[in-house]
Nanobody
């Protein structure tokens, strides 16, 4: 069974920074694209950032220049460095692993970690 351990959420002041971590087990981590997705109450999940392989990254326009996604395949961990945080970044952040193997789409989700940006 694929297991996720997410951490790093909490209360942060506007303008401050936070780093989220997500370690995944029971998964061929290196073959998966990893994403961070966030959700606020009553809304759908929104893509934040994604990374494929070691260096191909993609970001939502709302976080470009402020957030950085990275991964360490040796420890099966993906990170989200969040700088210059804004109140509108308040959300539950989910780690997501996706791959296509032999034509089959596989998609796994972490349990989420909540970030509140408030003074």
């Amino acid at each position: 069974e694929v297991q996720f351990v997410e951490s790093g959420g909490g209360l942060v002041q506007p303008g401050d920074f936070r780093r989220l971590s997500c370690t995944v087990s029971e998964l061929n981590f290196g073959s998966y694209g990893m994403n961070w997705v966030r959700q606020t109450p009553g809304n759908e999940r929104d893509f934040v950032a994604g990374i494929i392989g070691g260096s191909s990254t993609n970001y939502a326009d709302s976080v470009k220049g402020r957030f950085t996604i990275s991964r360490d395949d040796a420890t099966n961990t993906v990170y989200l460095q969040m700088d210059s945080l804004k109140p509108e970044d308040t959300a539950t952040y989910y780690c997501n692993a996706v791959t296509v193997t032999d034509g089959h789409y596989k998609n796994y989700w972490g349990q989420g970690t909540h970030v509140t940006v408030s003074s």
